[in-house]
């Protein structure tokens, strides 16, 4: 089974360079790469030439245009059976392809997802936020795709047969991010194509490097969330409201606080569990367990005001008539 490697890029150099380094490492190469430099003033093409030696790569560079254009112009230039999107901030273990071979060759799978981890080198800052987009005590698990009915795929680990993607049409061409993957995975599995979570398939994912562009990245999802159930009402669950009413009982509990400090006890109850299980899944790491719960308030608050945002603003990218896919 051939593949290929779908790497959009901008402005990411360094990081390029150890998701090569990790592709590299693959114990089984069936896969060639194609980066496309999404319009970069700090491009990447010294370094993916670094590596042209070694890895069957092609590199495209090309006006800004965003990610879903980006991928979708990636996969105009691919010729594999099945094309797997990677994020550049990934970094991939040495048995991806090999795991993931074995388990496409034992079912007849149209489009995959894998799981994302935080990688023993990330930043103690890295960790944590990784550790709040899968804890149970903010996502329920339900992220990981281990608790929902239908798993859709997101573009930072995310393969698809070819034909399945040409019978698709690719990523949504709007103006909308994040969250173009999102409806990308709903279109799939609307039109009849089976997806299924590879549990083992697994990457490891950077993400945002700052509190500021994490909080940034949530209020993003958050404020898409809402929009892409509007325009696929069947796909909205009850607990997407969750983030939005955690916001307003959070503020709740500080305003009456005032007059009471005992309404800050199930702040204080809640913040030591996000401790307690941060502390033990990172082998008693203190700084990443407290970190841990800034970040995990951080993607609640920053989910929920997104989520709530989008309620008054409206039709922002002028989808709820027309949809996605013209």
């Known amino acids: 089974m051939k593949f290929t490697i779908i790497i959009p890029v901008y402005n990411r150099p360094d990081e390029i360079v150890e998701l090569l380094e990790s592709l590299k490492n693959q114990t089984l190469k069936n896969f060639n790469i194609v980066i496309i430099e999404d319009g970069s003033k700090l491009d990447c093409k010294k ?36 094309f797997i999107f990677f994020d550049s901030d990934c970094i991939i273990p040495p048995k991806y392809f090999e795991i993931t071979t074995k388990q496409l060759e034992k079912e007849n799978i149209d489009a995959y997802g894998g799981p994302d981890a935080a990688h023993e080198s990330f930043s103690n800052l890295q960790k944590a936020i990784s550790h709040s987009m899968t804890s149970f005590f903010t996502t329920g698990k339900i992220r990981g795709g281990e608790k929902i009915d239908k798993f859709y795929p997101r573009s930072f680990n995310m393969g698809i047969k070819k034909s399945v993607w040409n019978k698709v049409g690719g990523f949504p061409i709007t103006s909308m991010f994040p969250g173009e993957d999102m409806v990308f995975s709903i279109e799939i599995i609307k039109q009849g194509f089976k997806t299924k979570l590879f549990k083992n398939s697994k990457v490891y994912h950077k993400r945002r490097n700052t509190v500021r562009t994490f909080f940034k990245q949530v209020a993003g999802f958050g404020r898409t969330r809402f929009i892409i159930s509007k325009v696929y009402p069947k796909t909205f669950k009850i607990f997407y409201l969750f983030p939005s009413i955690f916001t307003f009982g959070i503020l709740g509990l500080l305003i009456t606080s005032i007059f009471c400090q005992l309404f800050l006890l199930p702040i204080a109850i ?47 990218y002028d989808v709820y008539q027309k949809g996605f896919y013209k």
């Open 47 to 82: 370094e993916v030439e670094k590596y042209s030696h070694v890895l069957d790569i092609k590199y495209f560079y090309k006006e800004n245009t965003g990610p879903a254009k980006t991928r979708n112009y990636g996969a105009e230039k691919s010729s594999g059976e099945y």
């Open 270 to 316: 809640y913040s030591l569990l996000i401790f307690s299980e941060a502390l033990i899944t990172n082998k008693f790491n203190f700084k990443v367990a407290f970190l841990s719960v800034i970040t995990s308030f951080i993607q609640l608050i920053g989910y929920g005001t997104g989520f709530i945002s989008a309620i008054f603003k409206g039709d922002v």
